[in-house]
């Protein structure tokens, strides 16, 4: 209960940091990578993607777009499943949530890295 | 000409009898002007005496007629037979609370977390009388007053499944008079509420269902209270976090 | 955790089932809006994988899109857009609510503030947008 107490504000701000950045950004990204580049609506050529997601601003605007979005689905998620009435189980399910964020963030820094 | 009439199901309960709560339809006249409370006192006074169930004011003031009506948490008194025609109307006792007998519902937890969030002017310093008032501005006012329109009457915690789930849960209701007090530009009081507030089973416990702002009869939006409470209590946080120095609020 | 709740004998304890998300169309709406995050976090992780194709050279990157062009893909991220809307417009319209703005001594009625919201939302997508799609 102690540690709960006092990390609760902590998973908040993540979650409530990661509900803006997707409510803001993710919609336009999902149309152009997710539908718009794959059908072929509009095309952005390797070289040009590379290019960009090379930048320094824009890999620091991906690692934000990318991982806080994660924590405002690790919080939500861990209380679907305890709404689910799965209250038994909340420490594991906030551990497993979280650290699924965790786990995320840290593909997320790999990945950009190699770019 | 025959009668209209309508037909009210509603939940019995009697503690040492049954194991659980039955239904028993009530065939009731029908009235333009009749609310549900009507209905049952009519129920009592002319069909069954044993029907049990909490009223006063019949006015929407005193908070004590909340039921299940159709599954939705209302005041009998304000809830119209003629918004529900042609029925039946079932009439089911709070939902979340433990039933003592028929539609009355145990209060005991609720008072407790009322007393917990202590809903009443804190100061440092009480000035002596001879100082006079407290003085506020209509501004100031204007910043609670929304929250301190609560006449108890448990409609958000029936309303709330996180509540229902979790019965440690402090509550809408609580949780918005915490508020109120805070918001309060004469109280000084923040600091011994906020343990409360800010305990797992406080406001982080909250989800925003947000369905306790529906259903509140006096508007006063405990979801807003809550969420607004989670955003000062993660800031304060964050402070303490930034600058550990630095007196908190 | 937190101490199980004392029950007094005679009374009735209801149990909420688990279904109770079932009851009423406000808590299916609250339970699609929380269900929206998996499907961004879905997204996101394959917008990864697609960054990670993206630095193994031309030929990986073409060969993920052309994975992607996929039906089942497709169906995947339009349902996902719609998810990611519903996330958007729950946000904005509950920005209002928690954030408290205020001018001078008043407060700025919380339709104003979440109807700022949406205008920001629209402004940061049209310059994204313009952003990605140009030359
Ligand atoms: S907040 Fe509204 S619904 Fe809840 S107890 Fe007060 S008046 Fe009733
Ligand atoms: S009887 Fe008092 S509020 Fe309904």
Known sequence: MATRKTSEPFWWLLFAAGGMVAALLVPVHLLVHGLAVPLGWTSISHARMLALAGHPLVKLYLFALIALPLYHWAHRFRFILEDLGLRGLRTPIAILCYGAAVLGTVATLWVLWQI | MTEET????????????????????????????????????????????TLSYRWSCRMGVCGSCGMMVNGVPKLTCAAFLRDYRPGPIRVEPLANFPVIRDLVIALDDFMEKLRRVKPWIIRAVEKPVSDGEYLQTPAQLDAYKQFSMCINCMLCYAACPVYGLEPAFLGPAAIALAYRYNLDSRDEGYRLREPVLSEAVGVWECTFVGE???????????????QRSKLAGATDWLLSMIMPWAGRR | MTAPRVERPGLFYPKLPATWWLRNANYFRFMLRELSSVFIALFLVVFLVQLHRLSQGPGAYAAYLETLRAPGWIIFHVVALAFALYHSVTWFNLTGVVQVVRLGERQVPPRLVAGASFALWAVVSVVLLWFLLRG
């Open chain 2, 212 to 226: 306790c702002s529906v259903v509140c009869p006096k508007g006063v939006d405990p979801a807003a209270a809550i």
């Open chain 2, 6 to 49: 309508m037909t009210l199901e509603v939940t019995r309960y009697r503690p040492g009898h049954d194991r659980e709560p039955r239904t028993q339809s009530f065939t009731v006249p029908y009235r333009t002007d009749w609310v549900v409370l009507d209905a049952l006192n009519h129920i009592k006074d002319r069909i069954d005496g």
